[in-house]
Nanobody
Framework: QVQLVASGGGMVQAGDSLRLSCAAS?????????????MGWFRQAPGKGREMLSV???????TYADSVKGRFTISRDNDNRVVYLQMNSLKPEDTANYYC???????????????WGQGTQVTVSS
């Protein structure tokens, strides 16, 4: 079983930056396992559905939602089993609970994952 702990959220003003971290751990979740799977960042705002923000695969290739493309950057540290989300030029509409996921997969419009992490709240004021 994998534990995912997200951190780095907070209250910022529009235009500011934040860097989120998601640390993965577990007795059977080794570095070799982490390095071989995709990791993703998602968010959910009050009253809205889950939104995929970015996914980085085992090779380091990444994809982004249009809403964050050019502003957010995903990266991973396989040695320490951490995935990051650098968020620049934050907007009030970025306000949400942000969380990471192990091996996210999309079927149609639905995302599933091996594990979902606990979130970290990001609040952006105008």
């Amino acid at each position: 079983q994998v534990q995912l702990v997200a951190s780095g959220g907070g209250m910022v003003q529009a235009g500011d930056s934040l860097r989120l971290s998601c640390a993965a751990s577990g007795p059977t979740f080794r570095r070799t396992t982490f390095s071989s799977i995709a990791m993703g960042w998602f968010r959910q705002a009050p009253g809205k559905g889950r939104e995929m923000l970015s996914v980085v695969d085992a090779s380091g290739a990444s994809t982004y939602a249009d809403s964050v493309k050019g502003r957010f950057t995903i990266s991973r540290d396989n040695d320490n089993r951490v995935v990051y989300l650098q968020m620049n030029s934050l907007k009030p509409e970025d306000t949400a609970n942000y969380y990471c996921a192990v091996n996210p997969t999309r079927t149609g419009v639905v995302w599933t994952a091996g594990s979902w992490g606990q979130g970290t709240q990001v609040t952006v004021s105008s």
